[in-house]
């Protein structure tokens, strides 16, 4: 990642950056949390950072703000999500020693509702041209640990390519890390899409529930073992066992979500349709995966050779809005010259 520099539309009155990062794909999930408060996860997740689904945030600190003003494409945040905001700034204000509110723009590249979480590359870009503004000297693994405080994914969504994100004991230990950058492997995520409304519990409540589900636990413990077959299968680029890992964790976490307290269905009947979908192309050769997040649309991961036809066909079932192809793709960066 490049030198953090702070845009040269700073000047005595205002702090400005601008940084654009991507969403990713967890295959194996981060569901529940060890630490609630510092968002520390209660595992390890491995994820691929995307290439077309991309947010551009712009942060200026201001003298003459009095509260912080958040836009999300196009419209304000009020409430809770601007607390939110509200809230991650503070972390960044306080490690800079200013006390200045600021105007926050938000751009994401995919339609809201599309189905793509854009907590994780909205945090992540916040998080960056947050600490650009503010001249913040901080590691790449730092920027990771900040994001996470904004989001859990986002920590991820800090590095491009194949990224596994630790939990800790401690604020310091829970950060991601870049295993393979996104040329180490050309493996295609189909985003399809079968509803575009909103969910009714967010990812935020959905892990606060995670332990009052008997089976919490016992994912916890498959994933240690699910996350050592994922690193294996990325080094050794074995797409099959990659995939293996990835479908079995969002069935595990899916289960979880189901016999939670209260329970949680993201799936449609769209989902279920696609799930069979996936699985009845593998048998006949195809090599396809999916993986869910929280809601009820799916991940198919498949290679090159596959993913036209795969595509095609998965755009053809009943429900299916759209198809949007995903390729691994770079992380969070500043842009010196946004307006360029
Ligand atoms: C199912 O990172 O969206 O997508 O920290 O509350 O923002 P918050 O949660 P979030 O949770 C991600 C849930 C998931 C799995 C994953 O991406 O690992």
């Known amino acids: 990642m490049e030198t953090i520099r702070v845009h040269p539309c700073s000047s005595a009155s205002q702090l400005q950056a601008t940084a654009e990062a991507g969403a990713n794909i967890a295959l194996t999930k981060y569901w529940g949390n060890a630490d609630p408060d510092l968002r520390i996860p209660a595992n390890d997740s491995v994820s691929i950072t995307l290439d077309r689904v991309r947010t551009v945030t712009t942060v200026a600190f201001r003298a003459d703000l009095p509260e912080d003003e958040v836009t999300v494409d196009g419209r304000p945040l009020v409430g809770p999500a601007r607390e939110r905001v509200s809230r991650h700034l503070d972390l960044l204000r306080g490690l800079a020693g200013v006390s200045w509110r600021a105007r926050v723009v938000s751009e994401n590249n995919f339609p809201a509702g599309a189905g793509i979480a854009a907590s994780a590359s909205g945090f992540a870009a916040l998080t960056l041209a947050g600490a650009a503004a503010l001249g913040l000297d901080l590691s790449p693994r730092d920027l990771s640990r900040l994001a996470r405080r ?75 073992e699910l996350n050592r077959q994922l690193l294996d299968a990325l080094a050794r680029r074995d797409f099959a066992a990659l995939g293996q890992a990835a479908e079995e964790d969002a069935l595990l976490m899916h289960a979880v979500m189901m016999t939670s307290r209260p329970s949680l269905i993201y799936w449609l009947p769209e989902t279920v349709a696609v799930m069979h979908r996936v699985q009845a192309r593998r048998r006949a050769g195809i090599p396809a995966y999916f993986t869910i997040d929280a809601g009820p649309n799916v991940h198919v991961l498949t290679l090159p050779p596959y993913r036209e036809s795969l595509q095609a066909d998965l755009r053809a079932l009943p429900g299916v809005q759209d198809v949007i192809p995903c390729r691994p793709g770079p992380g969070g960066r500043i842009i010196p010259n946004p307006a360029e």
């Open 150 to 224: 904004g989001s859990g994914s986002a920590a991820r969504s800090v590095f491009g390519g194949f990224v596994l994100l630790h939990t800790g004991a401690r604020d310091e230990d829970a950060f991601a890390e870049p295993l393979h950058g996104p040329d180490w492997w050309d493996i295609w995520d189909l985003i399809v899409i079968v509803s575009r409304a909103e969910k009714a519990v967010p990812s935020s409540e959905g892990h606060h529930l995670a332990p009052t589900s008997a089976l919490h636990q016992a994912r916890v413990a498959r994933v240690a």
